[in-house]
């Protein structure tokens, strides 16, 4: 299954963090890629109505917002997880790209 991103805010995001994290996070989306809709936890996890996050574990904890769009994966909206709850501002954020998306 394809994935693509959003725009260009997730790439500079995945792009920040640290070394061994970008592995993590490229691998969980490889992950995706090959599974798609039948990938689970601990990788992914349903976040809402059509809005998934895949879920990348380790020294930074890190979601990535993502849908299923067309014949591909639009990764959404990315974040460091400090807290054990979603961000109400980062699902917000998610929210607002998924509709974006689907009223093209």
């Known amino acids: 299954m394809k994935v693509q991103l959003f725009d260009d805010s997730l790439g500079k995001f995945i792009q920040s963090l640290t070394r061994s994290t970008i592995a993590k996070v490229l691998r969980t989306i490889d992950l ?3 599974f798609g809709s039948k990938l689970g936890m601990p990788h992914s ?3 809402g109505k059509g809005l998934f996050e895949l879920r990348i574990r380790g020294t ?3 979601r990535i917002f993502y849908t ?3 014949d591909s994966v639009v990764l959404l909206h990315g974040f460091t997880k400090k807290t054990r709850q979603i961000p109400k501002k980062e699902l917000k954020i998610a929210l607002k790209k998924l509709k974006l998306l689907t009223s093209v």
Do not use: G, N, T
């Open 60 to 62: 930074q904890e890190v």
């Open 32 to 34: 995706l890629e090959e």
């Open 45 to 47: 996890k349903k976040a």
């Open 68 to 70: 299923f769009y067309q």
